[in-house]
């Protein structure tokens, strides 16, 4: 089990990035997949997560900035950031859960750095 995640980079406020994470093995379009950030000296939080079925939840920071969406077929989960603050400047991780019942993580992809300059 794997999941790579992609998309990071540096970007002036404002501005917007497109994350990607690709989960192999099988069973995981059935799953919760997601995305948690952690900044430096700060707990990793819940940035989004998305149900098999498409139903998304946001922390309350993040709604009306950032899409989160899913490609089944390709076991993708996609998070889309437009309007970047400084704050959100985070390495971010992707996250499968284990069942279509359990919103949780299991399973973890490699952080992707986000930067976001004033």
């Known amino acids: 089990v794997q999941l790579q995640a992609s998309g990071g980079g540096l970007v002036q406020a404002g501005g917007s990035l497109r994350l990607s994470c690709a989960a192999s093995?099988?069973?995981?379009?059935?799953?919760?997949m997601g995305w948690y950030r952690q900044a430096p000296g700060k707990q990793r939080e819940l940035v989004a997560r998305?149900?098999?079925?498409?139903?998304?939840l946001y922390a309350d920071a993040m709604k009306g900035r950032f899409t989160i969406s899913r490609d089944n077929g390709k076991n993708t989960v996609y998070l889309q950031m437009n309007g970047l603050k400084p704050e959100d400047t985070a390495v971010y991780y992707c996250?499968?859960?284990?069942?279509?019942?359990?919103?949780?993580?299991?399973?973890w992809g490699n952080g992707t750095q986000v930067t976001v300059s004033s």
């Open positions: 093995g099988a069973g995981f379009s059935n799953n919760y």
């Open positions: 996250y499968a859960s284990r069942s279509t019942f359990i919103s949780e993580p299991t399973y």
């Open positions: 998305i149900s098999s079925g498409g139903s998304s």
